[in-house]
């Protein structure tokens, strides 16, 4: 049964509680798992989780899974074929069936969400003036080096300068961000295009604080245009 991923209902819910469904020792997988699972020498997968697993230009969330005889320090959080694997260090025992309480680090969780909202409002400013033209490639939403790729060549009259006044425009506006959807969970900065997504958000752009257009790269070469960006 895959795991409920309760980060979907609440972005600020740093607590959670669950039961284990399994605990792995990773030092004894033999499976197409193993080179993920032995970065870390335990993993759990749980009922439901509140830990973000990395994924979607997205990184993961970190914090504690705490049992009445055992805690595990997760490092790091994936998924696969519907299953959360949480990984890191164990001490004592977690076993299956143990009710845990779930704490994810508020401080990574705020900044991860952070930056993947930055992200979204330079795709919708990008989508809303330059949308016949250009096409998000993909995201990279990690806040050393954090990026939104397009298809496509934004105008070269356009540079960081005037695009960093739209994002500081939006920003200061305040707009909500939206998250919406059940089949296909999608999210909207209010006033701009819906997009598809499965990460963490901040409830509006007032939120995000100062986001800085560190660069704008063009290849044309490869019809290309790479938005650097921090938060």
């Not at 299953?83 to 779930?102: C, K, N, P, R």
């Not at 998250?179 to 990460?199: A, K, L, M, S, W």
Request: aromatic letters at 6%; hydrophobic letters at 35%.
């Amino acid at each position: 049964m895959a795991t409920e991923l309760a980060y979907f209902a609440d972005t600020y819910a740093f607590t959670g509680a669950s039961h284990v469904v399994d605990v792995i020792d990773t030092a004894s997988v033999d499976s197409a798992l193993a080179k993920q699972l032995q970065k870390h020498p335990h993993a759990a997968i749980l009922k439901s989780t509140i830990f973000y697993p990395q994924g979607g230009g997205q990184p993961t969330d970190c914090g504690e899974i705490r049992g009445a005889s055992g805690t595990l320090s997760v490092a790091h959080v994936f998924m696969h074929d519907g299953l959360v694997y949480h990984q890191g260090q164990l001490a004592g025992a977690l076993t299956a069936g143990d009710a845990v309480e779930l704490r994810v680090d508020e401080d990574v969780r705020r900044r991860n969400a952070r930056c993947h909202s930055a992200g979204h409002v330079i795709f919708s400013l990008v989508k809303h003036y330059w949308g016949d033209s250009m096409r998000e490639r993909k995201g990279h939403h990690f806040s050393d080096g954090a990026y939104v790729e397009f298809d496509g060549l934004l105008p070269s009259t356009e540079t960081v300068d005037s695009v960093q006044r739209l994002v500081d425009q939006v920003v200061a506006d305040d707009r909500r961000v939206l998250v919406t959807g059940d089949q296909v969970r999608v999210v909207q900065v209010e006033g701009f295009v819906e997009n598809p997504c499965g990460g963490t958000h901040v409830r509006s752009t007032g939120e995000l604080g100062k986001i800085t257009i560190r660069k704008i790269a063009r290849k044309s070469g490869q019809n290309t245009t790479k938005i650097s960006y921090q938060v």
